[in-house]
Each structure stands twice: as C-alpha cells, then as structure tokens.
C-alpha cells in the first residue's frame, strides 16, 4: 500500500508526532513501539569490517547517520538499513579517496558534491577482493578519523530495538511527549478522497489548508480552536468545513525506525476505520535535514533548508488516507 511504502522508504527520521480524537489512546501505541537509539563514535573502516558487516548488516537492520555534519558543506555518511553505505563528500575528498561514485545533482553554487554508494552485503565485500581493498585504501588514508553516528539497530522481522554490542556505544531513550488540545476545530477530510477532480484549483487549496493545519496542531498552537484569526498574531484561521473536538498529541523524538512508523500507521488506519469520532486522525514524521537521502535513493541536500517530511490523513469510518509529502527544493525527490 502507497501509504506504507512512503513510511518504509524514509529512513532517516528525528520526530514522530500523532494526532488523534482524545478518546484513542495513542500514548500507550506511541510506548509500545518507542525504539532506542545509540551514539557512538566509529571510523570508516570500522563500518567495512567483515566482523561488523557479520554481526550488523548481513540479517538485521541498521540505519546510521553521522552527527555535526552539514550535507550541503561537509563530508556526511550513513547507513541506509539496506546495507548501502552512503558518502556524500567534497570534490576534494572524493578525488583523494580513489573510489568512484557519481556527482550529486545539486547545483554547483556551493562546489561541486559527489555521491558513493557501498552495498556493504555484496560479494565483493570481503578483505580478498580488489574492490574491498581499494575502499580499504581509501578510508585508512583520508576518511581515517573518528565520526560520531546516530544508530538504530532492529530486528529485521519484528522491528524491535536490537542491543548494539560496540565498544563506547551509549544506549540513548527517546523522548516522548503528550498534551491535550480542548475544542479544536478539526478539518474534515472525507472531501480530500471523494473529489473527482483532484487537480482543481479548490482542492489543492483545501489540502494545503489542511496540511497547514496539521503543522500548527503539532506546534501546540491555539489557532487550531478558533476559527476567526487574530489579525495582530496572523492571519491564519480553520476553514470550513470542520468539526469541534478535543485532541490527544504525542510526539516522539530520537531516531523513530520505519518499522516502529509503520506498526503505528497500520495500527492508526484500523483505529480510523472503526472508530466513531467525526475528525481524523494525523501521523506526521519529520526526516534528519542533513541526512544524504529522503525516500529510498532520493538524493537530498539543503538550500534554504533540508526539510523532507510527510503527513498521513486517516479518514473516519474508511480504511483510505491522503498523503502530504514535503521537501526541499534540493532534494530529487521533489
């Protein structure tokens, strides 16, 4: 299903925030698939060891991604829980590492950038082949210092935390955080599915409406429970047509896995389809902005900023969701 796929391709998450009718009880789903994370300081070469690759990559899921590393000035890495690692690097680091890649399709504004990616469960990926050496090479002459990663370690079935066995690896808890919206105005959303032209100039306002809705609701903001704007505040005001109800939000914060969104999101669209609540209920996740990536192999970079995020709409009493999808002007998959 569409909706599944956008959560499993994005892999590179920081925050998770749900909101849903005050009668769900979505603290309790939101703890039971909080996943911890790690920080840890590796070199490169650490990442290519076969005892690495044995015991992290080859049967499970890690998703890694350097820290304090802007992706539109220096040299980011990561690990995309596929087995891919991926550089994105410097013209000057990449012509000193010997290793070929591809250059990045950002603009040249900011120099030019080049992308390498390392399928770190192939064949080839062992200390007697000629490409393991050549890469070997490379990361023992300039990629040789220490970098600090954010790591997820799951099971590859259940998505459950895994215990990261590596020297200096220190085990971080997310943080989740939950508060009440009394008399919110809720947009309805049953018209966003049951329009027959969904190119027409209204309905592409009422989704941006209701996707604008969406950020301030998670802000906490009290414009969502009014429907006339303070003029001296902003001009923002709920369109019509909405329904009044009270709403349950929790965030979590960390590295949410795309396994832990996705038992989440199934579980949200069952809630949806059964429940007896007029509003809808949003799933809304919010990507790393200098992680390499996006969705899948989107390549992604920063201009005025690195957002990527996306939006998930279940409507009442139907098992269908509209999907809002954001990212910057620097990222392919725009």
């Known amino acids: 299903m569409e909706?599944?796929?956008?959560?499993?391709?994005?892999?590179?998450?920081?925050?998770?925030?749900?909101?849903?009718?005050?009668?769900?009880?979505?603290?309790?789903?939101?703890?039971?698939?909080?996943?911890?994370?790690?920080?840890?300081?590796?070199?490169?070469?650490?990442?290519?060891?076969?005892?690495?690759?044995?015991?992290?990559?080859?049967?499970?899921?890690?998703?890694?991604?350097?820290?304090?590393?802007?992706?539109?000035?220096?040299?980011?890495?990561?690990?995309?829980?596929?087995?891919?690692?991926?550089?994105?690097?410097?013209?000057?680091?990449?012509?000193?590492?010997?290793?070929?890649?591809?250059?990045?399709?950002?603009?040249?504004?900011?120099?030019?950038?080049?992308?390498?990616?390392?399928?770190?469960?192939?064949?080839?990926?062992?200390?007697?082949?000629?490409?393991?050496?050549?890469?070997?090479a490379g990361f023992d002459a300039v990629l040789n210092e220490g970098v600090e990663f954010l790591v997820g370690y799951y099971d590859a079935e259940t998505g459950g935390s895994l215990n990261f066995d590596v020297p200096g690896a220190t085990q971080c808890t997310p943080v989740v955080e939950e508060h009440t919206v009394v008399d919110a105005l809720v947009p309805q959303l049953s018209e966003l599915l049951t329009a027959k032209d969904k190119a027409a100039e209204d309905w592409i306002e009422r989704a941006q409406d209701v996707f604008e809705w969406v950020g301030l609701a998670t802000l906490g903001s009290s414009q969502v429970t009014s429907a006339v704007a303070d003029s001296e505040v902003s001009e923002y005001s709920v369109s019509e047509p909405y329904t009044k109800a009270s709403l349950r939000v929790v965030s979590v914060s960390g590295m949410p896995s795309p396994m832990a969104i996705s038992a989440i999101a199934q579980r949200l669209t069952t809630q949806a389809s059964t429940q007896d609540a007029a509003c809808g209920t949003f799933l809304c996740v919010w990507g790393h902005e200098d992680a390499p990536v996006s969705w899948a192999s989107s390549e992604h970079s920063y201009l005025t900023s690195g957002e990527h995020m996306f939006v998930q709409a279940y409507i009442p009493q139907s098992d269908r969701c509209a999907i809002f999808q954001a990212c910057g002007p620097w990222d392919s998959h725009s």
């Open 3 to 136: 909706h599944l796929k956008c959560i499993k391709t994005h892999a590179f998450n920081y925050r998770c925030t749900i909101i849903a009718p005050d009668s769900a009880d979505i603290g309790q789903l939101v703890k039971n698939h909080v996943n911890c994370y790690y920080r840890v300081t590796l070199k490169l070469s650490d990442l290519i060891d076969p005892a690495f690759i044995a015991a992290f990559i080859k049967n499970n899921t890690l998703i890694a991604l350097s820290l304090g590393r802007r992706i539109d000035t220096d040299d980011v890495f990561a690990i995309d829980g596929h087995g891919t690692l991926i550089l994105s690097v410097c013209k000057d680091t990449y012509e000193s590492l010997g290793i070929v890649g591809t250059q990045a399709q950002v603009p040249l504004e900011r120099g030019s950038r080049f992308v390498i990616k390392i399928d770190l469960r192939a064949a080839c990926m062992v200390p007697e082949k000629k490409y393991y050496q050549r890469i070997k």
